[in-house]
């Protein structure tokens, strides 16, 4: 079946927002559209619904102590969008885990070499 948009038409999207980890629903999450200036929040059960002008949109994903999310797409038709927020403690975690791996590596690798010219004599 093809839908055809006439001018003025409204499409609604929803969905659910999550924790990226827990797949915990997220009350209270701030969905928010850059393009109509519009928002709405997430129920008690992280259920989300807005209704929007067909066309372009920008929903912005917003809850406190989480990553923002933004999601750009053309709106032809109702659209079920779900998202998974991280955690900003999760995100900082994982750059500091990503930053001690690269240092133990550095160090390994310099302790490798040196001992390797130990071994054969070179200092």
Same mark, same amino acid.
């Given at each position: ?6 001018? !003025?038409? +409204?499409c609604y999207v929803s969905?659910?927002?999550? =924790? ?5 629903? *997220? ?10 200036? #519009?928002?709405?929040? #997430? =129920?008690?059960?992280?259920? %989300?619904?807005? *209704?929007? $002008?067909?066309? /372009? ?5 917003? %809850? ?7 999601? /750009? ?6 659209? =079920?969008?779900?998202i998974k927020l991280l955690h @900003? =403690? &999760? #995100?900082? $975690?994982? @750059?500091?885990?990503? #930053? ?6 550095? &160090?390994? &690798? ?5 001992? /390797? @010219?130990? @071994? +054969? !004599? *070179?200092?």
């Open positions: 079946m093809i839908s055809i948009v006439a001018n !003025g038409q +409204f969905g659910l927002v999550t =924790d990226s980890i827990t797949g915990k629903p *997220l009350a209270s999450v701030n969905v928010y559209d850059n393009i109509s200036k #519009t928002g709405t929040i #997430t =129920d008690e059960k992280g259920h %989300y619904q807005i *209704l929007l $002008k067909a066309g /372009k949109m920008q929903l912005i994903f917003s %809850y406190e102590k989480y990553e923002q999310q933004a999601h /750009k797409k053309q709106l032809n038709n109702n659209l =079920d969008l779900n @900003k =403690d &999760t #995100t900082n $975690k994982s @750059k500091i885990d990503t #930053t001690l791996q690269k240092e133990h590596k550095t &160090t390994n &690798t310099a302790k490798s070499s040196a001992s /390797k @010219k130990r @071994k +054969f !004599g *070179l200092f």
